[in-house]
């Protein structure tokens, strides 16, 4: 897929992240140009796939969560096959490779937890080159970016327990693409 992340989100930099379907259709009306799917269903992956074609969001699985369906390299080509999203969010290398594969944009997820795991979070990402960076969470994202910027160019999404307009102008201040959140007021 030929898309830029970082120019696709430069309008509007938040990015709808949602549990349940109950937050769909406030992400379709809303500003969001992008949807993280983190519980999809799979009986109802067409529908979803649908309706944010419709309402021009980018849909991403994230394939870690789903139900339903194994998260290998079948299920992705399924999901390309069937335009059933534009990409995949995972914490998995091997479904990043398999998703470039197919054509799909791809969001690798890391969760900084101590400097250990940001070390060998560069050194899974330098190998696999994912279209973006979701780290998380979010609040404790601006204490690695330097670090990260400096070792790659991939864009860095900062993701989990932001909830407040200021964290996310603070975190698009200190260099990320766009910010993911279930709070559905900062979605307009």
Request: charged share 30%; aromatic share 8%.
């Amino acid at each position: 897929m030929t898309i830029n992340l970082a120019e696709y989100l430069a309008d509007f930099k938040v990015i709808a992240g949602i549990s349940d379907d109950s937050k769909l259709e406030k992400a379709l009306y809303s500003r969001v140009k992008a949807v993280f799917l983190l519980n999809a269903r799979l009986n109802a992956l067409t529908s979803y796939a649908e309706r944010c074609r419709e309402h021009k969001k980018k849909l991403f699985l994230h394939l870690d969560l789903m139900e339903g369906m194994k998260s290998d390299q079948e299920a992705i080509r399924y999901l390309s096959l069937n335009e059933l999203c534009d990409g995949i969010i995972t914490t998995h290398r091997y479904l990043i490779e398999s998703a470039k594969k197919e054509d799909l944009l791809t969001i690798q997820r890391i969760f900084v937890l101590d400097s250990g795991t940001i070390k060998k979070g560069i050194k899974g990402l330098k190998k696999v080159r994912p279209d973006a960076v979701e780290i998380l969470p979010g609040l404790m994202a601006p204490y690695f970016i330097n670090e990260l910027s400096t070792e790659m160019d991939i864009p860095f999404i900062a993701g989990g327990l932001i909830r407040k307009k200021e964290e996310v102008k603070s975190l698009i201040k200190k260099g990320f693409v766009a910010v993911s959140t279930g709070e559905d007021l900062l979605w307009y």
